[in-house]
């Protein structure tokens, strides 16, 4: 854990990790190649629980921008958050080139749920729990940035064999999807875990749902499967 003006819930080896993809980010045959797969079947779960147009989101972690612009593009207010400065420079760059308004700020959510308590309709973290040290932390941080009745979506790996099988030996080692080292098994968390972060922050989870990534074709679903990638739908309640 490092210390920081953004705070202490990182790992600045995890930073630096993903600022050296910073550059071919948007790239569809990059790096990142799965992340565009995934990014249509992320963008359609929030929207279909949560309306985007109008809708003021905030996008956690949100790497180079590319669920931030998607939000963006569906017609809601955009702030996008995250602590590596490499990536934020490039979602800037390709926000201005697209003609697309995003808010981007190298901050932590942490932070930012300090000085902006309730201010968000829907708060989007995808792909970025599994990579801090205090998760629950960060699950706290944006239940604090909801507005009463708004949705926190949440998309992370299920620690099981399954998980370790496919995301780290199969997509890093074997078919070489992502840079090796991407993924550390013994962060990947449980439903169970999640769900109970969820309930500590005051938050009601409303849906669990797999997400598939098929490589073969490079294409990602929504599935019945939750024991390698899912998504999570959690509601704040309305103020009594």
Wanted: with cysteine; glycine share 8%; net charge neutral.
């Amino acid at each position: 854990m490092t210390t920081s003006p953004h705070g202490t819930n990182f790992r600045q080896s995890e930073l630096d990790k993903f600022a050296e993809l910073a550059n071919r980010w948007w790239d569809p045959e990059g790096p990142q190649k799965p992340l565009h797969a995934l990014n249509p079947v992320r963008l359609d779960y929030v929207a279909a629980r949560r309306p985007l147009a109008g809708a003021k989101v905030l996008d956690v972690g949100c790497g180079g921008g590319l669920l931030s612009e998607a939000m963006a593009r569906a017609g809601a207010g955009v702030t996008a958050i995250d602590l590596a400065d490499d990536l934020v420079r490039v979602a800037r760059l390709h926000a201005l080139e697209s003609g697309v308004k995003v808010d981007y700020r190298v901050q932590s959510v942490e932070a930012l749920a300090a000085e902006a308590a309730g201010s968000f309709d829907a708060v989007t973290c995808m792909e970025m729990l599994e990579h801090v040290p205090d998760p629950g932390a960060i699950i706290r941080a944006c239940a604090a940035l909801l507005k009463p009745g708004g949705k926190l979506f949440v998309s992370t790996l299920n620690r099981t064999p399954a998980a370790f099988a496919l995301a780290i030996v199969g997509a890093e080692y074997v078919a070489r999807l992502l840079p090796r080292g991407t993924h550390q098994y013994r962060d990947f968390i449980r439903p169970s875990e999640l769900a109970a972060w969820l309930r500590e922050a005051g938050l009601q989870l409303d849906d669990v749902a797999g997400l598939a990534y098929e490589p073969w074709a490079n294409r990602a679903r929504l599935s019945s499967r939750t024991d390698v990638n899912y998504l999570a739908a959690a509601t704040k309640p309305d103020a009594p």
